[in-house]
């Protein structure tokens, strides 16, 4: 071989390197949602049983989540198979920045809806929305709420 292949395989080699760079912090370089759930039991000193639940982004680049809710057990009113609360002033989201956090805590009576006819419905599991429409289901919610009706009260 000659002098000329030689840089020439390492010029393929190179630019083969930078692409896979490029792509491993291009695909790095963005809002990475985790979700994260606990159930308390109810403990007499303290409070009722509940859920724990949190939201974390653990990407680069900051996400807004607008809505937190979770999906029914048959329709609402409107015919719809969910059931969310916006979330931050004005229902206008919440920010979340690199490795920042979201927190709330679902009590029994959380998890039941009731429309202004009186008839209830009940949450199978939790999510919460960006402003682009994706839901990011909360891990182990339906077994949690599961334990939550089997421990809970109002």
């Known amino acids: 071989m000659q002098v000329t292949d030689y840089i ?43 859920i724990f639940i949190k939201i974390v982004n653990c990407g680069r680049r900051p996400i807004i989540i607008t809505m937190f809710g979770g999906d029914l057990i048959g329709k609402d009113l409107k015919g719809r198979h969910w059931s969310a609360t916006y979330l931050g002033e004005e229902g206008k989201g919440i920010r979340l920045e690199e490795h920042e956090k979201y927190e709330t805590t679902i009590y029994i009576h959380d998890i039941y809806n009731f429309d202004p006819e009186g008839n209830e419905s009940e949450c199978k599991n939790f999510w919460f929305e960006n402003t682009l429409g994706h839901r ?5 919610s339906e077994k949690l709420i599961k334990k939550l009706k089997e421990t809970g009260s109002f």
Do not use: M
């Open 136 to 140: 990011f289901k909360v891990v182990n």
């Open 8 to 50: 020439s395989i390492s010029a393929l080699v190179i630019s083969i390197i930078s692409l896979v760079i490029s792509w491993y912090f291009g695909f790095r370089d963005k809002a990475h949602i985790k979700t994260f759930a606990k159930f308390y039991p109810y403990n007499p000193n303290y409070d009722q049983a509940r």
